[in-house]
């Protein structure tokens, strides 16, 4: 029987993804239409065979739980949130939970991390999985390609490629180790459980009084790591689309790529397909959303429920959240209009894309620091908090605007507190 654990973390964490990350957690903001998670909920439910999904995190349960149990009746499949005391890393919060995991007999589960996105091509790495000769492994990892330099910052793996056993594993190296890197997915059997113990059991002697630390498992330091070159851990390569969603410019792009895939899914009828207003390219606009005939949407563009756009307006490469307001004739480029948010009339809100360098196979998103060496703000996507009102006839460009603020008058390269 198989199951599928999700990764959501927790409030502490995502500082890069604030002012938006303040309203709501980060699993649950809307990329093409849908809470984050619910694109890989969506993903595994279609797994065949795939009995429950859990998703594990440290957020408030009560923060969760509509969610879980919209998704539940949504997929028709059990789906429950199982939260953490504290933050207990990327492994802990399984062996934390591990008799939920295993409850009804799973004899192998998913594990993906809530912070990545992509076409995740489960059901060929789980074939894989069982079809390994021999021993079905402890773990087999989804990887992907990434240049040698961006390389660093994701987990490093060294494959025999032949039979795909992981030789190594180095989590962030500080130099080259390889460009298979590892995607944030995993399918585990259920036997990694008895591993997790010995390592539980062993950490208990060594933090006796720290119960904090003795409780967190890093499952790429205190797992993955050692377990290559043991027989026990295959890679599984992908070419597909893959990125993580670490900032709001990630969202932008990820929102570009699940658009996409809902034409390759046969998932057609979510996107907006009118001449009045003109749709270019993929577009989402939720149901109870108004928009006026002349404006002009697309391509890449998310609308959220209640929003109204009038006349003239033209939006490409956004998402504008839910209860927004655009007036007559305003722009709206590579840019996320908050919750409640307003923008005045013939007003241009612009950002930068941060998409991946189209000239370079395999290259990711960077997902730069919000400020650059010099203090100065990265040029990326304009955000604007919750309840921001934009006046007519201005210009906002590369800025994050927090929540709550009327602005005056227009801004460029700015965080606007
Ligand atoms: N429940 C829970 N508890 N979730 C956690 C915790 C925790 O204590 N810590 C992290 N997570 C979740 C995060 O929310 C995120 O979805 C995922 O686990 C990964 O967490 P990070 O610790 O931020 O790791 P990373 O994203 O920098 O790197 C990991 O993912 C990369 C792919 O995106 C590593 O596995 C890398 O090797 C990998 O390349
Ligand atoms: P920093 O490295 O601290 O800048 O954060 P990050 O953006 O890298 O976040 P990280 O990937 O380490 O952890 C992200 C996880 O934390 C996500 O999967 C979310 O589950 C959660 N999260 C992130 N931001 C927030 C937030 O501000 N509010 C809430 N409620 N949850 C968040």
């Known amino acids: 029987m198989l199951k599928a654990v999700i990764l959501i973390g927790g409030p502490q964490k995502g500082t890069r993804f604030r002012p938006l990350s303040?309203?709501?957690?980060?699993?649950?903001?809307?990329?093409?239409?849908?809470?984050?998670?619910?694109?890989?909920?969506?993903?595994?439910?279609?797994?065949?065979?795939?009995?429950?999904?859990?998703?594990?995190?440290?957020?408030?349960?009560?923060?969760?739980?509509?969610?879980?149990?919209?998704?539940?009746?949504?997929?028709?499949?059990?789906?429950?949130?199982?939260?953490?005391?504290?933050?207990?890393?990327?492994?802990g919060g399984i062996y934390h939970f591990r008799d939920q995991i295993r409850a009804g007999g799973a004899d192998a589960f998913f594990l993906v991390n809530g912070d990545v996105c992509g076409d995740f091509p489960l059901q060929e790495m789980l074939t894989f999985h069982q079809t390994r000769p021999g021993k079905t492994p402890l773990v087999t990892l989804l990887a992907t390609e990434a240049t040698r330099q961006q390389s660093c910052m994701y987990g490093c793996i060294v494959e025999n490629k032949e039979t795909h056993e992981v030789l190594h594993y180095v989590e962030k190296p500080s130099t080259f180790v390889s460009n298979v890197i590892n995607c944030g997915v995993y399918i585990f059997s259920s036997d990694i459980f008895t591993l997790l113990q010995e390592l539980y059991n062993s950490r208990q002697d060594f933090y006796s009084d720290e119960v904090e630390n003795s409780e967190a498992i890093h499952l790429e330091l205190d797992v993955l790591k050692p377990l290559a070159g043991t027989g026990q851990a295959y890679v599984f390569c992908s070419d597909r689309w893959w990125s993580?969603?670490?900032?709001?410019?990630?969202?932008?792009?990820?929102?570009?790529?699940?658009l996409q895939l809902y034409r390759r899914n046969k998932r057609v009828e979510r996107l907006a397909a009118t001449n009045f207003p003109v749709i270019y390219g993929d577009v989402f606009v939720h149901p109870s959303a108004t928009v006026h005939p002349s404006a002009v949407?697309?391509?890449?563009?998310?609308?959220?429920?209640?929003?109204?756009?009038?006349?003239?307006?033209?939006?490409?490469?956004?998402?504008?959240?839910?209860?927004?307001?655009?007036?007559?004739?305003?722009?709206?480029?590579y840019s996320i209009i908050g919750w409640n948010s307003t923008v005045g009339c013939?007003?241009?809100?612009?950002?930068?894309?941060?998409?991946?360098?189209?000239?370079?196979?395999?290259?990711?998103?960077?997902?730069?620091?919000?400020?650059?060496?010099?203090?100065?703000?990265?040029?990326?996507?304009?955000?604007?908090?919750?309840?921001?009102?934009?006046?007519?006839?201005?210009?906002?460009?590369?800025?994050?605007?927090?929540?709550?603020?009327?602005?005056?008058?227009?801004?460029?390269?700015?965080?606007?507190?």
């Open 22 to 91: 303040l309203e709501i957690p980060k699993p649950l903001f809307p990329v093409a239409g849908l809470p984050t998670v619910q694109h890989h909920i969506e993903a595994l439910a279609a797994v065949p065979g795939l009995r429950e999904i859990l998703l594990i995190g440290y957020f408030p349960a009560n923060q969760m739980a509509q969610f879980t149990s919209e998704m539940a009746s949504t997929y028709k499949l059990r789906i429950r949130y199982l939260q953490e005391y504290t933050a207990l890393g990327t492994a």
């Open 244 to 258: 993580q969603i670490k900032t709001a410019g990630s969202a932008i792009y990820a929102n570009r790529h699940y």
């Open 297 to 333: 949407l697309g391509p890449n563009v998310s609308i959220g429920k209640n929003v109204t756009i009038a006349a003239g307006v033209r939006i490409k490469e956004s998402i504008i959240l839910g209860n927004a307001t655009i007036h007559e004739h305003s722009c709206i480029l």
């Open 346 to 417: 013939w007003s241009r809100v612009e950002g930068t894309p941060c998409d991946p360098n189209p000239n370079k196979p395999f290259a990711k998103m960077d997902n730069v620091p919000l400020f650059n060496t010099e203090g100065r703000l990265n040029p990326s996507i304009t955000i604007l908090g919750c309840n921001v009102t934009v006046p007519s006839e201005v210009i906002v460009l590369n800025s994050i605007v927090l929540p709550h603020k009327d602005l005056p008058h227009s801004y460029k390269n700015e965080i606007i507190l």
